[in-house]
């Protein structure tokens, strides 16, 4: 658990690809977001309340598609009525994977909003043609002991990963669409000190990334 100034962060690795699900709760308000109910529901209702004893719980975002990642949508969004978001080019197959309505659709530049937590949402396509990743920026003036103003955590899924980008089967168009939104869209816009948090595996920052950019588009993966 991380507490921050003005959120605090849960993770849980569930199902059998270990996928990293995070709940984000706004301090002020209580609200929650939930980043890919991806498997286990009742492991994923009680990190709900671990947030929120009354269980709230106001959003779901589906970084993409796949399976592996929406696997308890419904048995939360069912058991909570959070609304269920997903980028605009994954809506249909998230809703045709779970029967899940995606209330929200999401596109690169949109905010999501957490009680009183903005999220900027950064399309990065390649992975699946809606992937899209989550950007919360603490504030400049951030003073909890954990803090650090002004850095930035990323929720990547697959999109972005320690050691490259994320799947896009080979494909030169797939991996160019994919390498090129993650250069201009993340590499270009924050700091080295950015946390990336991908939907499976450990953690990493953008700076420990940044100098292995050339291999990455050399290999094409």
Known sequence: MLTLDRLVL???????????VYLLTCRATGAQLLVDAAAEPDRLLALVRA??????????????????????LAQ???????????????????TAA??????RLLRHGDTVRVGEIELAVVGLR?????SVALAYTEPGTAAAPDAVPGRTHLFTGDSLFPGGVGNTQRDPERFAQLYGDVVARVFDVYRDDTVVLPGHGRPTTLGDERPHLGEWRERGW
């Open 10 to 20: 849960r993770q849980l690795a569930v199902g059998p690809m270990d996928n990293d």
């Open 51 to 72: 947030g929120s004893p009354e269980g709230r719980l106001d959003a779901v975002v589906t970084t993409h598609a796949h399976r592996d990642h929406v696997g308890a």
């Open 76 to 94: 939360v969004v069912g058991a909570t009525g959070a609304v269920a978001a997903a980028g605009a080019d994954d809506a249909a197959a998230v």
């Open 98 to 103: 779970t029967g899940v309505e995606v209330g």
């Open 126 to 130: 390649g992975h699946t043609p809606g």
